[in-house]
């Protein structure tokens, strides 16, 4: 993929005007973002069941953990977390259980051999490319915040690598007959493919002026992203970045990248006052640095970029200096411009795919999870802590005491079960009229099944009920079908989610994947065949080069169920196949072979095929015949002798 960018001088007047163009929309699209921020924040808090600590649970806590004194402090039920998590697992489940992961279907007729090629090449590509754990984390962003955005690009790796190696020793080009040591570097060529990488809803900058989930027609979309100076130089020798020795000068004493810090319960890397230390100003000057990639659909003859009048998609990645936009810290302003040059990709998108959890059409934004929840959370946390104040001040045992006739120090005394002595003048005399308790009632008895109330609303409202997070009904014995039932009520709500996920966000997803491997995939390189057609391909391998991927393929959506329970289906075919065997008309119309490889696959058992016995054409004599993993086929024209076994030829 080509990156190299335009040599803007910063002297120039284009650089200038490039750089406000970016700052005005940099600026726009982070005062108009910030809206969603407290939201977020709070969603952050709620998964991560934090709670403000107060003066007097900070005293307890003190007593507690200085003195040992054991005390009651106020806490959130992680109910939002155990909602949030229980409703990841399943999409993870329907989404990553695929194999493969992204499926296509031919549009215009493509063979069956271009799609299993296709499919081969992005499966390497998700599991080369460590696509996999981007996909669960930008599931989980889309339930915490609401929307989880996913960027893409495409990457040609090429790694530098040097090692000592020992050479003859020539002096005036003679062998002295000596050894010596030699610095010898190496270009290696690395992964070549699709990446894929998370960012935070604080970091993302799309025009404010559409709904998120519409963002593609909007004008432009940038998002922030902090390299080292290692990667800073790595991309200038490579001619991606320009004007990179002006970094350093703007880094403020190595303390701000620019970056919005979201909760301030949630430790981010590289903390704002991380590299303080005078001592530490070489690791200071190693980054990170902030830097603001733009994507904007702009007309370059009006930015002076070309003479094209028609508007095109340009990329542009700038320095980036000072607090988050609108933050108490120093204003943040794009002022480096290292980068700009045209997309260049042929499926003419931005690069970011994006997840909403609720379907929102006129908003910005849509809620999360835990904006959801969060009364009915906040109304359980209530709940249970006042009933546990309640029952901590029951358990103090309230006393009327009469200090002229009992011994105090008895009464005070930590010690469970001690005696309390009476003092002389009150021998004799009741001691009801010395110590008597006070009776207490705990008004908040119902508290606790109040929370089981408010429970089920929340999983009413949510959509994640028992059933979801693993919890069998209780009631009795229940059969398989039952439990099957109510898990299937269960998912009912997710699975409308899970479908709409597919279509906003994997659908689109999987058509750039397809499409950038069709533009900038060059090589020639045998994948493993995947997916239902790779036990009837016959070899585990095939050829993949540019023009076995050729045409157009649409991506088979995800319907939003769970995936078939290998272990019943294996069961139910195992079924199936004892019947089968016992009808010879059922028998004579199906590969009974292949029937057992998958019923053995469905197992779990890997590798069935090598068993398998290879038998030869007549004639044919391959090197394996010798080892006994090939039995040619006898020719039919000769009769066996008699009592022979068929196959081992002849005795004389």
């Known amino acids: 993929m080509s990156s190299f960018s335009l040599d803007l001088r910063p002297s120039s007047p284009l650089y200038k005007r490039v750089l406000d163009a970016l700052n005005s929309r940099y600026t726009f699209s982070a005062q108009r973002m ?7 924040r709070r969603a952050e808090d709620l998964h991560i069941a934090y709670v403000p600590e107060k003066e007097a649970d900070a005293v307890r806590r003190m007593k507690r953990e200085q003195q040992g004194t054991p005390a009651y402090t106020t806490i959130v039920l992680p109910y939002t977390y155990a909602q949030l998590m229980s409703a990841h697992s399943y999409w993870t489940t329907v989404f990553l259980s695929r194999d493969p992961i992204f499926q296509y279907a031919g549009r215009h007729g493509e063979t069956e051999q271009q799609t299993q090629a296709l ?35 495409w990457a040609n790796e090429q790694t530098s690598i040097s090692e000592y190696t020992e050479v003859d020793e020539i002096i005036l080009g003679m062998p002295t007959g000596r050894k010596v040591k030699e610095l010898d570097t190496r270009i290696e060529q690395g992964y070549q493919g699709n990446k894929l990488f998370n960012i935070r809803p604080y970091d993302w900058y799309p025009d404010p002026r559409k709904p998120l989930w519409d963002f593609q027609s909007g004008e432009f979309q940038g998002h922030h992203h902090e390299l080292g100076w290692h990667e800073l130089v790595r991309a200038a020798a490579s001619g991606q970045f320009v004007n990179v020795e002006l970094m350093k000068s703007m880094r403020l004493g190595g303390r701000w990248t620019g970056r919005e810090q979201g909760s301030p319960n949630v430790i981010l890397p590289n903390e704002q006052d991380s590299v303080t230390d005078g001592s530490l100003t070489d690791l200071a000057d190693t980054g990170p640095y902030g830097t603001v990639v733009m994507e904007v659909d702009c007309i370059p003859a009006d930015w002076g970029l070309s003479k094209v009048k028609t508007p095109e998609k340009w990329v542009f990645t700038c320095g980036v200096s000072g607090g988050a936009p609108g933050s108490s810290n120093v204003g943040s302003n794009l002022q480096v411009l290292l980068e700009a040059r ?27 999870l835990p904006q959801i929840v969060e ?22 045992n309230q006393f009327i005491v009469d200090p002229s006739k009992i011994v105090m120090s008895d009464f005070t005394d930590p010690t469970h079960g001690g005696a309390i002595r009476l003092k002389p003048n009150a021998y004799g005399t009741d001691t009801r009229t010395a110590l008597t308790q006070v009776p207490v009632i705990d008004l908040t008895r119902q508290h606790m099944m109040d ?12 959509g994640v009920n028992d059933q979801l997070m693993g919890e069998v ?36 997803l999987g058509q750039v994947l397809v499409q950038n491997s069709q533009q900038y995939y060059t090589g020639e390189q045998k994948f493993r065949i995947v997916g239902d057609l790779a036990g009837d391909a016959g070899m585990n391998f095939m050829n993949v080069d540019p023009s076995r991927i050729a045409g157009a393929f649409d991506f088979v959506p995800v319907d939003g169920t769970l995936p078939i329970d290998r272990f019943q289906m294996a069961s139910l075919w195992q079924q199936l196949f004892q019947s089968i065997m016992k009808v010879p008309q059922i028998a004579m119309t199906y590969d009974l072979g292949k029937v057992f490889t998958w019923v053995a696959q469905l197992s779990g058992l890997r590798n069935v095929n090598r068993f398998k016995i290879q038998i030869a054409q007549p004639g044919q004599a391959p090197d394996q015949v010798g080892a006994g993993n090939v039995v040619p086929l006898r020719d039919l024209t000769v009769t066996p002798e008699p009592g022979q076994m068929p196959g081992m030829g002849a005795t004389g």
């Not at 929370?451 to 949510?462: E, G, M, P």
Request: hydrophobic share 40%; glycine share 8%.
């Open 34 to 40: 910030k809206n969603l921020h407290d939201k977020w």
């Open 119 to 153: 499919e081969a090449l992005i499966a390497y590509q998700v599991q080369s490319g460590e696509m996999v754990v981007p996909f669960y984390f930008w599931l989980l962003d889309a339930g915490k915040y609401g929307i989880g955005i996913l960027g893409n690009y």
């Open 342 to 368: 045209p997309l260049g990709c042929k499926h003419n998108k931005f690069r970011a795919n994006v997840l909403e959890m609720e379907p929102e059409a006129y908003a910005l934004a849509s809620r999360s």
């Open 375 to 396: 009364p009915l959370q906040n109304t359980m946390d209530w709940l249970v802590n006042s009933h546990m104040y309640a029952v901590r001040k029951t358990l103090n």
């Open 451 to 462: 929370v089981a109330v408010f429970n089920d609303f929340a999983q009413r409202a949510s």
């Open 473 to 508: 009904k209780k009631g009795g014995r229940m059969t398989a079908q039952q439990v099957r039932s109510d898990g299937t009520f269960g998912t009912n709500r997710q699975k409308t989610i899970t479908e709409f996920y597919s279509h906003m966000g994997f659908s689109p």
